[in-house]
């Protein structure tokens, strides 16, 4: 199996004119201060700073973006990766925030009726 290397194009936002840039390039700014100082506890928090701008920013449907980040267990490693990537943090802080509350959601998974009985 190749590796296939995503290009630039393939993950570039597009135009929106539905966007204020303003109110975006402020929003990504106070995600990466809140990120650096700890100060996100929901995954949720990531869209609510600016619905509008952060779904263009991700390239994710509106529905899509909240029942991702509602629900952090449903993120790809893509939308960690694109949410660090729009807001200049490290990837690792970014997972970590997403992992914790992924935890706290997980219902540990029973796999008892699948091995030998005793």
């Known amino acids: 199996m190749k590796s296939r290397k995503i290009k630039q194009e393939e ?3 597009k135009e929106d004119s539905n966007v204020n840039a303003k109110t975006l390039e402020k929003a990504l700014r106070t995600l ?12 949720k928090e ?12 991700l390239g994710l449907g509106y529905e899509t ?3 991702r980040y509602h629900d952090p267990r449903k993120l790809t490693l893509e939308d960690i990766l694109n949410t660090a990537d729009i807001t200049s943090t490290e990837y690792e802080t970014v997972l970590k925030v997403a992992v914790r509350e992924a935890i706290k959601n997980h219902t540990k998974r029973d796999i008892s009726k699948l091995l030998p009985k005793e």
């Open 46 to 57: 990531v869209p609510e700073e600016y619905v509008t701008g952060i779904r263009s920013a």
């Open 65 to 67: 973006m909240i029942t």
């Open 11 to 13: 993950n570039t936002a």
């Open 32 to 43: 990466k201060s809140r990120f650096t100082t700890n100060d996100i506890k929901q995954m």
